[in-house]
């Protein structure tokens, strides 16, 4: 079953802030085009990353355990087989939303969000559906 455009446009609405796994300090990756976009038109970015020390301006995180705050939208940026371990360090980190990136599919990521009440988004793109969408965090 696909994301319906209820739930990203909720998650558009309801998340101010995005925690990004697999975010990339080269700016030619959409790893770190699409949090570089969405800092840009509103949303906190907060990467993770074991391998960098900031990306798009922001301190980054080497796993969701080490975030020092509540976690509640993570957006992955990393091959599909990698995203059921994903998805259980993001319901440990009482994450409320998981959002893979487009490409990445997991029916076993999706049965663990799913399973721990998160909302569940994949294989969409956070800047074609914020284009399509228009939601903006900046009049919030």
Not at 22 to 31: L, Y
Not at 44 to 66: C, M, S
Request: contains cysteine; glycine residues 6%.
């Amino acid at each position: 079953m696909t994301a319906t455009d209820q739930t990203i446009e909720r998650i558009l609405r309801d998340y101010d802030t995005i925690t990004v796994v697999g975010a990339s300090a080269d700016p030619a990756k959409a790893a770190n085009e699409v949090p570089a976009y969405m800092r840009e038109h509103g949303w906190r970015i907060i990467p993770v990353n074991p391998k960098a020390d900031e990306i798009v301006g922001e301190k980054v995180y080497r796993t969701l355990a080490d975030i020092p705050e509540q976690v509640g939208l993570v957006d992955v940026f990393r091959p599909s087989d990698q995203t059921p371990e994903i998805a259980r360090q993001a319901v440990a980190a009482g994450a409320t939303a998981l959002w893979l990136q487009l490409g990445i599919r997991s029916a076993e990521a999706r049965d663990i969000a799913e399973a721990a009440g998160l909302l569940y988004v994949e294989d969409r793109c956070l800047i074609i559906e914020q284009r399509r969408t228009g939601i903006t965090r900046e009049a919030n």
